[in-house]
């Protein structure tokens, strides 16, 4: 995907949940990654592959990339190369600031993922990378249930 | 039915179990420092431990590494920070408990380097087993924790408040350093930051 294509926008934690709370979706997966983290990069695929299978079902995928804003133009680029088609979004807020607005249960360790349901209540939250079947299972959960 | 919904809405709550999954507990604030008398090789190709740098004032232990931009971006500041409180008193290390084989520039040699080349006036050692940051429950670089002269917490997390030093509102550990020295009460004694994950070695 072309990097012009890329679209991205700062967000803080109050409109990280904002979208989490906007109607329209069954579940709401926020995922927290950095261009410099490894398991990041890794488990990257993973979510663009469930965000493409699940939009219809609605899943709604909010990627927010924790880079200094100066990595703007590397955070676009990865994005690009993982064909993220859809609105994503960087950090604008104090680490501090940004963790415990989310949620205070968050160490700030990179990969973090919360999964919230449609009435926009977190259903699940880890640290760390998942694997493709992972991320389905708890998804699904939320969509069937 | 708002009845019925209420009591409809309470029974759905029943089963809504949310499952977090986060990081070990790290070291509490008034606890002791563990594994203080391990001693680890230092950059200067001697041995060093945690107790042997404690200053009258308190100790001042930071996780970092080499090949973290995180850890890179604080480099500096971590110099002039434990350059200038060792002067006052607070006993300084700092300690690399990546594991190189995931991370080659985590090498000893390089923490020589960098630790030339930053003017580190304190041990940069190696925590070889990666057990002393399992035991701190350090996860991320680079990570402060600052314990007075009775050897407890006092200070637990970032060095300051951004990554882009122009753009410093906060000062943390400075500013817990300096009430520590005054005997006065650490203004924010937990602070939670993004960083590097500290690559452990497998335990032995």
């Known amino acids: 995907m072309p990097v012009e294509l890329v679209q991205i926008a700062p967000v803080k934690a109050q409109d990280v949940l904002r979208l989490v709370h906007e109607p329209g979706t069954k579940a709401v997966l926020v995922n927290v990654w950095a261009t410099w983290c490894g398991p990041c990069r890794e488990e990257f695929p993973n979510i663009v592959k469930l965000a493409r299978n699940y939009q219809a079902r609605g899943l709604r995928v909010v990627l927010v990339s924790s880079d200094d804003e100066r990595e703007l133009p590397g955070v676009k680029q990865f994005l690009a190369k993982q064909g993220v088609a859809f609105p994503s979004y960087i950090k604008a807020e104090k680490d501090q600031e940004f963790i415990n607005g989310i949620d205070s249960r968050w160490s700030g360790a990179l990969p973090a993922t919360f999964i919230y349901d449609g009435s926009g209540k977190l259903r699940h939250f880890w640290e760390g990378a998942a694997s493709y079947g992972e991320f389905k299972r708890k998804v699904l959960e939320i969509l069937n249930g | 039915m708002k009845m019925k919904q209420f009591i409809a809405s309470g029974v759905a709550a029943w089963f809504v179990v949310l499952s977090v999954s986060a990081n070990a507990a790290s070291l509490k604030l008034g606890e002791l420092a563990p594994m203080a008398g391990v001693k680890m090789k230092n950059v200067d190709g001697k041995e060093a431990s945690i107790a042997d740098v404690a200053g009258k004032n308190?100790?001042?232990?930071?996780?970092?590494?080499?090949?973290?931009?995180?850890?890179?971006?604080?480099?500096?500041?971590?110099?002039?920070?434990?350059?200038?409180?060792?002067?006052?008193?607070?006993?300084?290390?700092?300690?690399?408990?990546?594991?190189?084989?995931?991370?080659?520039?985590?090498?000893?040699?390089?923490?020589?380097?960098?630790?030339?080349?930053?003017?580190?006036?304190?041990?940069?050692?190696?925590?070889?087993?990666?057990?002393?940051?399992?035991?701190?429950?350090?996860?991320?670089?680079?990570?402060?924790?600052?314990?007075?002269?009775?050897?407890?917490?006092?200070?637990?997390?970032?060095?300051?408040?951004?990554?882009?030093?122009?753009?410093?509102?906060?000062?943390?550990?400075?500013?817990?350093?300096?009430?520590?020295?005054?005997?006065?009460?650490?203004?924010?004694?937990?602070?939670k930051f993004i960083g590097c994950s500290i690559k452990y070695r497998p335990k032995a």
Not at chain 2, 101 to 117: C, G, L, N, W
């Open chain 2, 58 to 191: 308190g100790t001042l232990v930071v996780f970092t590494c080499n090949h973290c931009p995180f850890a890179k971006a604080w480099e500096g500041r971590l110099a002039e920070i434990g350059n200038a409180y060792k002067e006052k008193g607070v006993g300084v290390i700092a300690i690399n408990a990546n594991d190189p084989s995931a991370f080659p520039e985590d090498s000893f040699d390089v923490m020589q380097q960098r630790a030339k080349e930053k003017g580190y006036q304190f041990p940069y050692a190696v925590d070889g087993t990666s057990d002393i940051a399992r035991a701190f429950g350090a996860t991320r670089t680079p990570e402060a924790f600052l314990f007075n002269k009775d050897g407890k917490l006092v200070y637990h997390g970032a060095i300051d408040d951004d990554q882009d030093a122009t753009k410093v509102t906060k000062n943390f550990l400075r500013d817990a350093l300096d009430a520590l020295i005054d005997g006065k009460t650490i203004p924010v004694s937990e602070t």
